[in-house]
């Protein structure tokens, strides 16, 4: 066979193939695992933070905890509004505890998805999940990754799967929510982090110091339309 002949017919079995692709090969799935608290190698994609760094004294632990040969993560600790005597820090609140995921290699892309899910067991309390997308809202110069927030709350001591809509996430800068019409970049998602603090949240959820503990077993994406 010629080698004109050979790059003809290579062209023409490429133009069959894409002729009876099936229109599903373009869709993604409907569910995408983000992250998923099965064991302790899992635990070392996130850290944690809390109010500590800066004079307070609040705690915080990430665990995994197995149950009948189910393994989920357990994020727990204590509030207090206390700061360290003699802080050097002019902390402003205390009372907050997170744990952030560590950056991704690059960046995830959940353009093609409309809702995040978690499924976790909570304790009454409110809590924050934060998406952390590439820097574009923030004035130049700032190296602060974008924050995208919504509060997640479920009912007390039994496992639910929690559904935020992507467009119930809100800028918000410093725990602050931006007033300005932003959209989140789905596609340039760096990160996520869930949070507690010891004020603010729903009507209903329980707060103010104490103990915490939020039981997690996935983070996924879906796609509802």
């Not at 005597?85 to 991704?104: A, L, P, Q, V, Y």
């Not at 990160?191 to 707060?207: E, H, I, R, T």
Request: hydrophobic share 35%.
């Amino acid at each position: 066979m010629s080698r004109f002949r050979g790059i003809w017919q290579a062209s023409l079995n490429a133009t069959k193939k894409a002729l009876t692709w099936n229109v599903d090969d373009w869709i993604p799935p409907a569910e995408k695992y983000i992250f998923n608290f099965s064991s302790k190698e899992e635990l070392k994609k996130w850290h944690l933070y809390s109010d500590a760094e800066f004079g307070g004294l609040s705690s915080a632990s990430l665990e995994i905890k197995d149950d009948a040969n189910k393994s989920s993560g357990v994020f727990s600790g204590n509030l207090s509004r206390d700061v360290t005597e003699g802080t050097k820090w002019n902390i402003t609140r205390s009372g907050f505890c997170g744990m952030r995921s560590k950056k991704f290699d690059g960046f995830i892309d959940l353009e093609a998805y409309d809702t995040i899910a978690l499924r976790i067991k909570g304790d009454g309390r409110c809590y924050i999940s934060t998406i952390y997308t590439e820097n574009w809202v923030n004035s130049p110069g700032q190296m602060e990754d974008n924050s995208w927030q919504s509060f997640v709350f479920v009912p007390k001591d039994n496992w639910y799967i929690a559904k935020i809509p992507l467009d119930h996430y809100l800028p918000t800068w410093r725990g602050n929510v931006i007033e300005a019409k932003l959209e989140m970049n789905p596609s340039r998602i760096l990160g996520m982090s869930l949070s507690v603090n010891a004020d603010g949240g729903v009507p209903g959820a329980n707060s103010g110091p104490g103990d915490f503990k939020l039981e997690i077993d996935w983070i996924k994406a879906l796609r509802t339309q």
